[in-house]
């Protein structure tokens, strides 16, 4: 299995995923997904890494499945097992500790949708293209897309988009809250890394409980969610690292 087709670059604390198989605008197969979800878990476990970034080599993103694991050729055995793997790193990008950045150029199409708003933050440049597609081969959304259409963009626009299959310009899905921002092709792996560096130097334990709150707000009532945020707050503010920060606070007055 050819490992160059997903590559590993680490920049202090910031690891950057990059999924390099051009010639099939970076689909999700085996010989690419096998790498990626092995290598993601290692980086979710490492703790020399703070921020993971996920970006496509050649001018896509990802353009979903590939098209010949599907029609004639379906083998729903190993489609079924491969879908159980890839949703467990989904979810593991989505609800575990690591804050995680999406780059999107070009195609983020269908299952490359789903992996691109897996993420916490999306920036695309402003020759992306987002489409949810499924319904253009007679399919059902997957690999998290339905979920992350809602948390992103709301029910009704997402229902649209899912009956419709119409493609998105990056200034629409920047519009209606799908991505985070617009950033020139030629800049914006460079922004996103300022970034994660950015991010990268704050507190892992604080980063962490921040992601897993916000999560959890989705799923809470207000009462809930003020008894969780009691009860963690407490444990961070006797944390060193918060020591540190008000030390490094008061120095600077």
């Given at each position: 299995?050819?490992?160059?087709?997903?590559?590993?670059?680490?920049?202090?604390?910031v690891a950057c995923c990059i999924m390099s198989n051009p010639e099939r605008m970076n689909a999700l197969g085996p010989e690419m997904g096998i790498p990626m979800i092995e290598n993601i878990y290692q980086l979710i476990e490492d703790d020399e890494v703070g921020v993971i970034i996920i970006r496509g080599e050649g001018g896509n993103f990802c353009s979903g499945s590939e098209m010949d694991l599907l029609g004639e050729?379906?083998?729903?055995?190993?489609?079924?097992?491969?879908?159980?793997?890839?949703?467990?790193?989904?979810?593991?990008?989505?609800?575990g500790p690591k804050p995680v950045i999406t780059e999107v150029d070009g195609y983020a199409f269908g299952g490359g949708?789903?992996?691109?708003?897996?993420?916490?933050?999306?920036?695309?440049?402003?020759?992306?293209?987002?489409?949810?597609?499924?319904?253009?081969i007679g399919a059902v959304l997957d690999l998290g897309t339905s979920f992350f259409l809602l948390?992103?963009?709301?029910?009704?626009?997402?229902?649209?988009?899912?009956?419709?299959?119409d493609i998105l310009s990056s200034e629409e899905a920047c519009r209606i809250g799908l991505i985070n921002r617009v950033?020139?092709?030629?800049?914006?792996?460079?922004?996103?890394m300022k970034l994660a560096r950015r991010i990268s130097e704050k507190s892992?334990?604080?980063?962490?409980?921040?992601?897993r709150s916000m999560n959890r707000a989705r799923q809470m009532d207000l009462k809930a969610m003020l008894d969780f945020e009691a009860h963690i707050q407490p444990l961070m503010?006797?944390?060193?690292?918060?020591?540190?920060?008000?030390?490094?606070?008061f120095s600077q007055k």
């Open positions: 299995m050819p490992e160059d087709l997903f590559k590993i670059e680490r920049t202090g604390r050729n379906l083998d729903p055995r190993f489609l079924r097992e491969a879908m159980i793997r890839i949703n467990e790193l989904l979810y593991k990008l989505h609800e949708l789903g992996l691109a708003l897996a993420s916490d933050i999306t920036y695309a440049t402003e020759r992306a293209k987002f489409c949810i597609g499924f319904i253009r948390e992103r963009i709301g029910m009704a626009k997402a229902k649209e988009l899912a009956f419709t299959g950033v020139h092709h030629d800049t914006i792996s460079e922004e996103v892992a334990d604080a980063l962490l409980w921040t992601k503010l006797l944390s060193n690292d918060h020591k540190k920060a008000m030390k490094k606070l």
